[in-house]
């Protein structure tokens, strides 16, 4: 089969099975109201959870910095692309979650598919949840270590596949707050069968951070009663700056021999450009902002109000203290009716179907923002009870 057929073909599987994806463009800030075209709707589709996208003060320092700073860093970090910025935001990040080191790479998705290679060697395990983040699949499908999935959150089914293989080391992968589930990962039992099993814990974070976890500082310090410090001599934490943060890039970390390593030894971090320094600065400025406090509080009364109005109106939403709340639908086609007929009264929430959920999961992945207002998701959850019982 030549291209032309092969890519028809394919075009056509995914219209049968409504799984086309189609992206629209918007203009002006991201936010809790985008505009596309000449319609406003209600954004309840992004991972902007605190609101710091579109902040005026992002777009000062921003703007700011590059006058000072140019727009590109020029070279890798290890080359002569690392500015005074990057190393600012890394010794700030590192006191926020409380690690002694942190390296800052481009995305979530280059770090993600650069560690699992750094960390291991074709001796080693590794233990992967079964509903972990695409970028951790990848990244572990490109090391040379033993590779085993556990059932999600299955601490006793990770530790018999760790029994069933020989190995040196064990790394244990896990997001931290599921994208697409928006339930937190068992840290603290992850730790454990990780120490047991001569292992070393890396937490994906980039739904977590600034949303759950004492003072906004992530899924470890939610993952004990009174939210106190994790020893970072067992666990590595991946978070990003373009989810609550509202910028661009991600950092990995750790204790500083771990980090070290990483540094040497991760080609995504290695044989790529630096962050711009100007992103950099947007970043200081989302985190000072995270650590006044006041827009996580702003976003736990929003997902705890609209728990509770969830309820009232019998939604099948599935159990989430996260911004990420889930109603399982099941079937695409009903999902899309769902989320199209959402969009016709106003509200963008995505329609999420395989390959990014399994079979027979789709759903609609509500996200919310601490610039939510109450009566926008009022105006939601009435819709979404209508549009439900009006499908049916």
Same mark, same amino acid.
């Given at each position: 089969?030549?291209?032309?057929?092969?890519?028809?073909?394919?075009?056509?599987?995914?219209?049968? #099975?409504?799984?086309?994806?189609?992206?629209?463009?918007?203009?002006?800030?991201?936010?809790?109201?985008?505009?596309?075209? +000449?319609?406003?709707?209600?954004?309840?589709?992004?991972?902007?959870?605190?609101?710091?996208?579109?902040?005026?003060?992002?777009?000062?320092?921003?703007?700011?910095?590059?006058?000072?700073?140019?727009?590109?860093?020029?070279?890798?970090?290890?080359?002569?692309?690392?500015?005074?910025?990057?190393?600012?935001?890394?010794?700030? &990040?590192? =006191?926020?979650?409380?690690? +002694?080191?942190?390296?800052?790479?481009?995305?979530?998705?280059?770090?993600?598919?650069?560690?699992?290679?750094?960390?291991? %060697?074709?001796?080693?395990?590794?233990?992967?949840?079964?509903?972990?983040?695409?970028?951790?699949?990848?990244?572990?499908?490109?090391?040379?270590?033993?590779?085993?999935?556990?059932?999600?959150?299955?601490?006793?089914? =990770?530790?018999?596949?760790? +029994?069933?293989?020989?190995?040196?080391?064990?790394?244990?992968? $896990?997001?931290?707050?599921?994208?697409?589930?928006?339930?937190?990962?068992?840290?603290? +039992?992850?730790?454990?069968?990780?120490?047991?099993?001569?292992?070393?814990?890396?937490?994906?974070?980039?739904?977590?951070?600034?949303?759950?976890?004492?003072?906004?500082?992530?899924?470890?310090?939610?993952? *004990?009663?009174?939210?106190?410090?994790?020893?970072?001599?067992?666990?590595?934490?991946?978070?990003?700056?373009?989810?609550?943060?509202?910028?661009?890039?991600?950092?990995?970390?750790?204790?500083?021999?771990?980090?070290?390593?990483?540094?040497?030894?991760?080609?995504?971090?290695?044989? *790529?450009?630096?962050?711009?320094?100007?992103?950099?600065?947007?970043?200081?400025?989302?985190?000072?902002?995270?650590?006044? #406090?006041?827009?996580?509080?702003?976003?736990?009364?929003?997902?705890?109000?609209?728990?509770?109005?969830?309820?009232?109106?019998?939604?099948?939403?599935? $159990?989430?203290?996260?911004?990420?709340?889930?109603?399982?639908?099941?079937?695409?086609?009903?999902?899309?009716? &769902?989320?199209?007929?959402?969009?016709?009264? #106003?509200?963008?929430?995505?329609?999420?179907?395989?390959? $990014?959920?399994?079979?027979? *999961?789709?759903?609609?992945?509500?996200?919310?923002? %601490?610039?939510?207002?109450?009566?926008?998701?009022?105006?939601?959850?009435?819709?979404?009870?209508?549009?439900?019982?009006?499908?049916?």
């Amino acid at each position: 089969m030549d291209w032309s057929n092969w890519l028809a073909e394919q075009q056509l599987a995914r219209q049968k #099975g409504n799984l086309q994806r189609n992206r629209f463009a918007y203009s002006g800030r991201q936010g809790s109201i985008l505009s596309v075209g +000449e319609s406003q709707f209600i954004n309840f589709s992004s991972n902007d959870y605190l609101g710091l996208a579109g902040h005026p003060a992002l777009s000062q320092s921003l703007a700011e910095s590059a006058a000072v700073n140019g727009v590109g860093s020029g070279a890798s970090h290890l080359v002569c692309g690392h500015s005074e910025i990057h190393q600012q935001l890394e010794a700030a &990040l590192a =006191a926020f979650v409380g690690a +002694e080191r942190v390296l800052l790479l481009s995305s979530g998705y280059m770090a993600n598919i650069g560690l699992p290679q750094a960390l291991t %060697s074709r001796d080693d395990l590794i233990l992967s949840d079964r509903l972990n983040h695409a970028s951790l699949i990848d990244g572990i499908r490109l090391s040379r270590a033993k590779k085993r999935r556990f059932r999600h959150c299955d601490i006793e089914h =990770a530790q018999l596949q760790a +029994e069933q293989q020989k190995f040196s080391r064990c790394l244990v992968v $896990t997001d931290g707050v599921f994208s697409m589930d928006g339930d937190i990962a068992p840290i603290q +039992e992850l730790r454990l069968l990780s120490n047991k099993n001569n292992g070393l814990l890396l937490v994906d974070d980039a739904h977590g951070l600034g949303v759950v976890g004492s003072g906004g500082r992530g899924s470890l310090y939610a993952s *004990t009663a009174g939210g106190e410090f994790i020893d970072f001599e067992s666990v590595l934490l991946m978070g990003t700056l373009g989810k609550a943060f509202g910028c661009y890039g991600a950092f990995v970390a750790g204790n500083a021999n771990l980090i070290e390593h990483i540094s040497q030894s991760c080609r995504s971090y290695i044989y *790529t450009t630096a962050p711009p320094p100007a992103i950099a600065a947007c970043a200081l400025s989302a985190l000072e902002l995270v650590k006044q #406090g006041e827009l996580t509080k702003n976003l736990h009364t929003n997902i705890q109000y609209f728990v509770s109005q969830a309820k009232a109106y019998d939604l099948p939403i599935l $159990t989430s203290s996260s911004a990420i709340q889930v109603l399982l639908v099941g079937d695409n086609i009903r999902v899309m009716n &769902l989320s199209n007929m959402l969009r016709d009264k #106003g509200f963008l929430v995505g329609a999420i179907r395989p390959p $990014t959920v399994p079979e027979g *999961t789709a759903r609609l992945r509500i996200t919310l923002s %601490s610039t939510h207002k109450v009566e926008q998701i009022d105006r939601l959850l009435i819709e979404l009870r209508k549009a439900m019982d009006d499908e049916l």
